[in-house]
């Protein structure tokens, strides 16, 4: 049986994360949102009928296919598994794939489940949990295959049995407790002495073990594991990088794997997704899935006026600049910009309502913290959201001019994206001015370290064109890593950004006024009478910055008058309220 074959089946279902009794379940669904049963074929549909109307799907076992969950045993960033689970994955020899979260293996095998039939569930060897699980149960399905195992489900009966017999010959002590060979007590000591020799000199492994007896004996509390750590003689520069040690205590705290097999990693062979697709056979295509993108201009520039839009038409799978998209769900995490800010920016590009019901506004206390750690919170509570775009990722770095810093955030960031196999898009800034007068081009111009253009996949750049007469055009150029940039040109509009065609220089003759077309004086002189004072309001949609720049501008072509420090509305014009020139 081929794997195209079961998703033919009609065996599928979708599934949501919902606390059932106060625990958080994966409860199926059918695709018209009514409940779906394990034991109710009629609520099973087919892979391509689930797949339409949602990205988390699952497979009902039973009837010829047995799967089997390996809990909490790998770590899809790096490719590799504990000793015991990679084992295991590999002698089943039939289709295995990464779980949603990154952190756990499914294997899909064509066979029934011997003896009773009953669900076996033990704790692993060196891992959290596995399940061996046919009729009445099913499985979330990702679809990121594991390259060391075959494409298809395979006949495997003789290897399930083996498996089965194993399993069932270990001790069925509580599961979720992550087993670490050997005296404990031991271990911690020799660790505190400086002795690394468990670990066979792989420090990382060491600081996973340590954390873990930390974890046990501070009751699990972050700060005193934190200090014990830093002291402890495994202390050397790398523990300086606050995201490593939150990562590896975050990881602890959650229980995933303590020690890492050292062989070669079953890496996710599966095809490289893009938000936007490609327009040519084998070039990268905008956005990938598992990477970090950036999206750079100076404010003003239109950045997030340009990306909700997009992000919008990729949610309906509608086409981008002549792309094909997938319908992908996203959610939009602000840091330098209000809700209330962003509402008012959001109706005047003409968006729906569900546009803001998709934006985040981190807290004083969560714009504090690594940004890993919170959107490694925020991806485990959104499982479904296959885009998370950042609104000023350089207000939440401590210094966005020190390299090693900059680089580390990136990594931390690509981890959680291909973990959680979603992209990870973000705006930052980048000085005011002019390709030709900039002493960076292309990624480089990016605001503050190389780092953020090098260690990104595609990145956009905004900048408003170099001619004289143009200065209300923008240039945006995507960049992606294979294949030759794109390049747009914009003009603001009624509804934030629209596409134009690129303005002719002139050498010679009057400057021509910038602020005519922009869609800032509509809504001033639709707000403001003759001889008022104009003053700043979010609901104006723009940020203070574009505010007052556009005044400056306005107020040097006559547009409106300055007397001291205010901006007024010149009697000469009268009421126009609805001035659109």
Known sequence: MTLEDLKLQKRWVCWRREAVKGKETKVPYQPNG???????????????ECAAVSPLVGVMLGNGIV???FDKCCDAFEGKFTPASREMVIALDSYGEYSPNGFGAHVLLVADMPGDGKAIVRPGPDFKQIEIKGAGYYFTFSGRHLSKTPHDPMPRQDQLTALCARVLAQPSGKPGVIVISGNEDEKFRKLMAGDFSDYGGDLSRADMALVSFLKRRHNSD??????????????????DRTDY???????????????????????????????VETLVKDRDGWFPKGEVSLIGGSSGTGKTSWSIPLLEKVRKGETVYGHTTTPRDYRVILHDRSRKGTLATLKMLGLPKESIERCIRLTTTQQQRVPAEIMSELMERHPSVECWFIEGLDMWLPNI??????????????????LYDAAIVAT???????????????????????????KAETVVLFGFHDSEDSNSVIVCEVKVRCGAPEK?????GEHGLQPTTKPEATPSGPKAKPTEAHPLKKRIFERFNAGDRIEFSDDLGVSKGTFYTWLEKAESVGIVERRGVKYIIPTAHGVVVNSTQ
């Open 401 to 418: 001019y020190d390299m090693k810093n900059v680089a580390t955030l990136i990594d931390s960031l690509q981890r959680l994206a291909l």
């Open 67 to 69: 799967g089997v969950d």
């Open 34 to 48: 009514k409940h779906a049963m394990t034991n109710n074929h009629a609520t099973w549909h087919t892979h391509a």
């Open 245 to 275: 040690r939150s990562m590896t205590i975050l990881k602890v705290l959650k229980g995933e794997p303590v020690i890492f097999d050292t062989e070669e990693p079953i890496d996710d062979d599966s095809p490289r997704e893009f938000l």
């Open 222 to 239: 972050v700060f005193k594991i934190d200090e014990a750590w830093m002291a402890s003689p495994l202390y050397r520069d790398k523990l």
């Open 488 to 492: 747009f040109y914009l003009a603001w």
């Open 428 to 454: 930052v800034g980048s000085p005011k001015m002019k390709s030709k007068e900039g002493k960076y081009s292309g990624r480089d111009s990016l605001f503050g370290s190389v780092a953020l253009g090098r």
